[in-house]
């Protein structure tokens, strides 16, 4: 089993950039699937980002590809989220996840971090 703990969130003006971190308990972080979800009030939580146990393959929503990048360091146990020319419709709750089984990709993940409140103003 992982723990997993998300920082970095905060209030970021439209346009500016943040960079979330989870960071992961366990000495088989290097094992996991790793992803990045959000839900803003009233919504659905929605797929962000994905990247394999190896690094090697990332995979991200259309609505932030090219602003968004995750990355991870397995030897830090710590998966990144960097997003940059942030809109205020991102505002949301940040959610790290991660999973043994399954593709990357495949939205279903099994353990998950509290969130990180993601304020963006207009």
């Known amino acids: 089993q992982v723990q997993l703990v998300e920082s970095g969130g905060g209030l970021v003006q439209a346009g500016g950039s943040l960079r979330l971190s989870c960071a992961a308990s366990g000495r088989t972080f290097s094992t996991y699937n790793m992803a990045w979800f959000r839900q803003a009030p009233g919504k659905e939580r929605e797929f962000v980002a994905a990247?394999?146990?190896?690094?090697?393959?990332?995979y991200y929503a259309d609505s932030v590809k090219g602003r968004f990048t995750i990355s991870r360091d397995n030897a830090k146990n710590t998966v990144y989220l960097q997003m940059n020319s942030l809109k205020s419709e991102e505002s949301a709750v940040y959610y790290c996840?991660?999973?043994?089984?399954?593709?990357?990709?495949?939205?279903?993940?099994?353990?998950w971090g509290q969130g990180t409140q993601v304020t963006v103003s207009s």
């Open positions: 996840a991660a999973k043994l089984y399954g593709y990357a990709y495949q939205r279903s993940y099994d353990y």
């Open positions: 990247i394999t146990w190896s690094g090697t393959s990332t």
